[in-house]
């Protein structure tokens, strides 16, 4: 579903990844982890190609980067799914219009998108937000609206980045459930974190970064 | 086609006083071309009929061939932009000066000898009428052996001539200029609230917009600016012609010819709508993912 093959990215002087060689299989959750500035944030952007990079070859869900059509790249971020890590929401538009904006951009009827972003509001427990604007929400509320947005779209591939960063371990631990479900369902996850807690004893596949290093591929 | 239209009215309103001052200067923008084109449009009028009323008149020499004659008559009804030619004996020319003088026809009563020349009397076209042509036929006109002399308002006719083409020159150049106002104040207005709004695009590209669906909105605003200033420009337009033809007198030939097209009403909202969306599509540039 997504292989990397000697991905480097340099920022000016940064070298953010440095020849990061790995394969995520269908339906697989995948933790990275490393310090700050390890290159989390850079190897998700490479993902729902945000960012492009230096050398190598990226695959994602059967597109080849290299050569991925410029006309295609909405597409494919279609099927990407992203809790960014600053949020991104628009704070001039409700929760709903934040969330619905994803669907309209695909363009389902009206009816449908309402349809669907209740479902996501539920799945995040969120429904009682909608009408609200994002300046109003709590962090963790802005983080479930982000996560609401994300998986909308029914995408193949959800990626977040420090979805519960900065919330307290109840927060946290209801934010790792909504995960799971979705994993549940058959979704592809990549899931970046700074935070041991979260993997640890799950069984589940960690990829460590240091400095712009793959250093580790392990079970937590 | 219903979503970007509801974001372009949206964002219309959430800047509606800078868009109200963009469509207004539209709409002055465009009140000028059509003002101009009303211009143009009275011109033409005035001028069209303007050489139908001139006649070029070739006194012809003395004991001439007939056969000389119809050759001329000939070949001078070949050219386009010629309506009619009479042939006027000596004879007829004497019959029609007795009849213009009537009362007074006794003065010519005791001439024995016509001493009056047979002639050529060349009614023209009034359109495809160009100065060069004229010129030509004329010279052509002097060089023909029975021709005596040719007397045509030429001055008057040239100088007519020169200012319709001066008029036209003006305009287009006075109207391009305007289209060009027009499209950047379209450019810079749909510019600023696409700036407003970089950090909204920038995120409906990771959502996975495409470029059609980030640029229709702006395209949306470009065009509804259009339509606004031209529906102002055209409603001006109106009052200013029925001002003018309230004005105008029946009785004076001149004022007559003050009429504005009714096409105006629907040719200034779609000039205003094209430049709207020309002007728009040069500020959202190339669109990268
Ligand atoms: N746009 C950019 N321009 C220049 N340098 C950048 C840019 N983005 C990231 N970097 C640098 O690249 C390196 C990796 O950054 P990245 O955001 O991937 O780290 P991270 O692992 O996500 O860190 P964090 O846990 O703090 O989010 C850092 O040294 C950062 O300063
Ligand atoms: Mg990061």
Redesign the pocket.
Known sequence: MIRFEGVTKV??T?T?LRHVTFTIEKGEFVYIT??????????LKLIYLAERPDSGNISIAGWDYKSLKEKAVPYLRRNVGVVF?DFKLLPNKTVYDNIAITLRIRGFKEREIKERVYEALKMVNLRHKADAYPPTLSGGEQQRATIARAIVGEPTILIA??PTGNLDADNAAGIMRIFRNIHSKGTTVVF?T?NRELFRNTGMRVLR?DS?NLVADEIG | MRYPLKVALKSLWLERWINLLSILSIGVGLFILGFVGFILYNVEGLTKGAPERLTITVFLKDEIPRTDIQRVIDSVKKRAFVKSVRFISKEEALEELKEALRESAYLVEGIDENPLFASLVIRLKGDGLNKKDLDAFLASLRKEKIVDEVIFGEEVMNKLLGVITNVKIGVVVVGLLFCVAIVFICYSTVKMLFYRRKEEVEIYKLLGATKGFIRSPFLFEGLLLGLGGGIIASIGNLLVSKFLEELSNPTLPFMRYVVMPEEIVILLPLIGMTLGVVGSAIALGKIRY
Not at chain 1, 34 to 43: I, M, V
């Open positions: 920022y000016d940064i953010a490393g310090p700050s500035g390890a290159g989390k944030s850079t190897l890590q980045d420090e970046a700074h970064l712009g």
